[in-house]
T-cell receptor, first 111, second 117 residues
Framework: DAGVIQSPRHEVTEMGQEVTLRCKPI?????LFWYRQTMMRGLELLIY????????DSGMPEDRFSAKMPNASFSTLKIQPSEPRDSAVYFC?????????FGPGTRLTVL | AQSVTQPDIHITVSEGASLELRCNYS??????LFWYVQSPGQGLQLLLK??????LVQGIKGFEAEFKRSQSSFNLRKPSVHWSDAAEYFC???????????????FGKGTKLSVIP
């Protein structure tokens, strides 16, 4: 299996622009997680889905952040408008059992 | 609220030396416990996990961890470190009531390991 795929790997944008991060989970996995990693706050769970349905979005920092999972093989995390403090590495992970498999992450820089 | 503490931000060891990375947790009940490793520019990879049973858990790459309930600790060990072990290591916990697949992980801040040849 190719593992969890994330795109783009790097994104540089300007403040106020819309940013969309993409994730393809491992085939057959029914859980999908979005995390954010920063130096100050470490790794934080933003939201997770089960069978394409959002279960817990309490970690989403504010309304500028939204996540969707239109089907079992694709999810997006959107930031609109982006701000410099959103700069971080965003990870997607998927699971079906007791192990979460992480993608390589998207490094987002908001200027 | 649950929390995970990794007291060592950065550790440097010589190749061939033994290693112990510390992890303490604060939780209402004994949670599920995990150790992940993150190599530079990569995602996180699971090293090992503890759910129940034998408190000494074996993982991949020659790592092991010991759960000590009395100390609320889950320290990671390796008897002989290799240069390729240089990475960042994260301890994580999940609520014991979590259903399969839905573990909501709370991570520690990580310990960066450097290995001197």
């Amino acid at each position: 299996d190719a593992g969890v795929i994330q795109s783009p790997r790097h994104e540089v944008t300007e403040m106020g622009q819309e940013v969309t991060l993409r994730c393809k989970p491992i085939s057959g996995h029914d859980y999908l997680f979005w995390y954010r990693q920063t130096m100050m706050r470490g790794l934080e769970l933003l939201i997770y889905f089960n069978n394409n349905v959002p279960i817990d979005d309490s970690g989403m920092p504010e309304d500028r952040f939204s996540a969707k999972m239109p089907n079992a093989s694709f999810s997006t995390l959107k930031i609109q408008p982006s701000e410099p403090r959103d700069s971080a590495v965003y990870f997607c992970a998927s699971s079906t059992g007791d192990t979460q498999y992480f993608g390589p992450g998207t490094r987002l820089t908001v200027l | 609220a649950q929390s995970v503490t990794q007291p060592d931000i950065h550790i440097t060891v010589s190749e061939g030396a033994s290693l112990e990375l510390r992890c303490n947790y604060s939780y209402g009940a004994t949670p599920y416990l995990f150790w992940y490793v993150q190599s530079p520019g990569q995602g996180l990879q699971l090293l090992l996990k503890y759910f129940s049973g034998d408190t000494l858990v074996q993982g991949i790459k020659g790592f092991e961890a010991e759960f000590k309930r009395s100390q609320s600790s889950f320290n990671l060990r390796k008897p002989s470190v290799h240069w390729s072990d240089a990475a960042e290591y994260f301890c994580a916990v999940a609520p014991r009531y979590s259903g399969a697949g839905s573990y909501q992980l709370t991570f520690g801040k990580g310990t960066k390991l450097s290995v001197i040849p």
